[in-house]
């Protein structure tokens, strides 16, 4: 059989997977089962994408980590602005569903998490609510013992002849990347000497900006649809959510602007 655009896409697998669970179904759940399955597409191809950036850092390929950077903060923008097509899902509508979803929630998304650990936000207590023969579970254990993004950009870093200590190097990857004032001095230098590096840290800041973006729209989105309800995984809901809002990929790169 020759190949087709639905053979080629998976459509007829892909477009059996939206199974709504209320019954009589509830009009809204559809959107709200397309929508999470869409976000979940957009974080695999992030993941994909922020690999290639990683090898880009460490192959010192600045034009490869610009173009894929700037992929990556335009997918950043399409996931925060998706947020308002749910919005137009009122409280009534969405209570009128929300038992049936048990204790699933967006908590135990393990490509979010897999994208916090690429990050360098490794938080290894967050596998405990993963099975240990979820299939999902190796995966995120890889992620959370390999060198983050912010590692490989210590090693691009390192070839501009920044003076990365010997402990950011050799330390322990499994536990968050955190902010150095060595790194920021070779930060200052290079943003007042190289404009060509200039562009790939402004779009690693614009990446950045975007994700602290999709966390706050994510919060509001929570609070005007179920205020001061708990989450159905289990957490306070919005106030656990408002406690990440302002945490920083690059803190680095953050730390040193009013020195610029
Ligand atoms: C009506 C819409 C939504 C509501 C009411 C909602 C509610 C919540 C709540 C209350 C939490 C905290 C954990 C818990 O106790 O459940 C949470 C976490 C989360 N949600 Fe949503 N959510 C909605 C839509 C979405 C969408 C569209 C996504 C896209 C993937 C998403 C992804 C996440 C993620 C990744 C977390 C974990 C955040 C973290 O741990 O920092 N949520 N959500």
């Not at 399955?37 to 880009?56: A, I, M, N, P, S």
């Not at 947020?83 to 979803?101: G, H």
């Not at 536990?175 to 290079?190: F, K």
Request: some cysteine; glycine content about 4%; charged content about 25%.
């Amino acid at each position: 059989m020759s190949l087709t655009y639905s053979t080629y896409l998976g459509l007829n697998d892909l477009l059996q997977l939206q199974q709504p669970r209320s019954s009589p179904p509830e009009h809204d759940e559809m959107l709200f089962i397309v929508i999470h399955q869409t976000y979940e597409l957009w974080f695999k191809l992030v993941l994909h994408e922020l690999d290639k950036v990683k090898r880009d850092f460490s192959a010192g390929d600045l034009y490869g980590a610009i173009h894929t950077m700037r992929r990556c903060r335009t997918i950043m923008k399409t996931l925060v602005a998706q947020i308002d097509i749910l919005e137009t899902m009122t409280p009534m509508s969405f209570t009128s569903f929300r038992d049936r979803l048990e204790t699933s929630s967006g908590f135990q998304s393990s490509q979010y998490r897999e994208l916090e650990f690429v990050l360098g936000y490794k938080r290894p207590a967050m596998m405990k609510f993963f099975k240990a023969d979820d299939p999902a579970a190796p995966v995120m254990q890889k992620r959370l013992n390999e060198r983050s993004l912010v590692d490989h950009f210590y090693d691009f870093l390192k070839l501009h002849d920044v003076d990365v200590p010997e402990s950011l190097m050799k330390r322990d990857v499994s536990q968050p990347n955190e902010a150095n004032e060595h790194v920021q001095e070779g930060l200052l230098r290079l943003y007042t000497s190289r404009p060509d590096l200039v562009i790939l840290f402004e779009a690693m800041t614009d990446f950045d900006e975007g994700l602290q973006e999709w966390r706050y729209r994510h919060v509001k989105l929570v609070e005007r649809t179920i205020g001061a309800k708990h989450g159905t995984g289990g957490s306070l809901g919005v106030e656990f959510l408002k406690k990440s809002l302002f945490l920083p990929v690059f803190a680095d790169l953050w730390a040193i602007r009013h020195k610029l």
